[in-house]
DNA sequence: AAGCTCTCCTGATGGC
DNA sequence: TGCCATCAGGAGAGCT
């Protein structure tokens, strides 16, 4: 599950094999890989043929790579749930989920789209080389970003009146958190993610924010040491699931702080995992958060 | 208008 | 054995 810390690892796979390379040719085998380039698969190919990658960008879950010679927009690529931007050695076999594919020049490997899923996706966006392209200018700064202001950040977040973890995961407020990092920072906290957000203490939610970022660092330098340079493992199990989760996944297993067995409920569509000794719920039922009351 | 629900997609898994 | 329901989940469209 691509989160900030797998998409940095792509990130510094692509800047390290990738950048410098010009493009020769765009196969779109999946329309749906492309659909966020709203002209069409054959205007995103035309618009990437013979052009330069130059570097590679993070913002949260989203990358971009400039396009160079001459200097002018990027493309974007989003791993959704199950994406893989891959350099095949000469003679890997093909990818059955292979969405799009670029070769270059200069006989490189291809870099590869493959993307079971097809929730992310590639397209080409206007940048003018400063700040984010326009396409991912909704999303917030992530907090391993120079630009991410801890202050604007802890009142924004107590402006809101939604569960903390909806607002974990909410991107236009701090991004590149997803469901699993969430429910790790929120464990290190002791919060419960249905704790309201404007009824947080300045100091609670500065902490908070402390450990989402040793949260994510933690987990950048373990996919540092423990995977290859591009390959992230869409099924979850690298060494730093098994190693250093504490709360994710482990319903039932005792708490790492205090040994009471994990619980886990049911979260907008999704789960939630936590201690129910460490992390207990807040004791209203989330007064007028989360909408319906039950029937009587 | 902030907050919430729904939808997109495929493969693994579990119940009957 | 085989079929169906459920789950995984990022993000944006659309509704209230």
Known sequence: MPELPEVETVRRGLAARVA??????????HPRAVRRHL????????????????????????LWLPLDDPPADAMIG??????????PAPGTPPDPHLRVGLSFVDGAPPLWFVDQ??????????????????????????PLDKAFDDEQFVAALRRRRVAVKVALLDQGLISGVGNI?????????QLHGQ???DLLTRPAVRRLVDHVRDVLTEA???????????????????????????VYGREGEPCDRCGAPIRREPFANRSSFSCPRCQPRPR?????????????
């Open 39 to 62: 002209p069409g698969p054959d205007d995103f190919a035309a618009r990437l043929r013979g052009r330069v990658l130059a570097d590679a960008h993070r913002r949260g879950k989203y």
């Open 195 to 197: 704790r309201r957000s």
């Open 20 to 29: 410098g390379r010009r493009v020769a040719g765009v196969q779109v085998h």
């Open 117 to 142: 899923r097809t929730f992310g996706g590639l397209s080409v966006s206007t940048w003018d080389g400063t700040g984010v392209p326009e396409q991912i200018g909704h999303i917030a700064p992530d």
């Open 220 to 246: 950048i330098d373990a996919g540092g040491t423990s995977f290859d340079a591009l390959y992230v493992d869409v099924n979850g199990d690298s060494g730093w699931y098994e190693r250093e989760l504490h």
């Open 78 to 87: 989003h791993l959704g749930m199950s994406g893989q931007l891959l350099l």
């Open 181 to 189: 990092y969430a429910d790790e920072a929120l464990w290190r906290a």
């Open 284 to 296: 209203l039922p989330r007064a007028s958060v989360g909408g319906r009351q039950p029937a009587r």
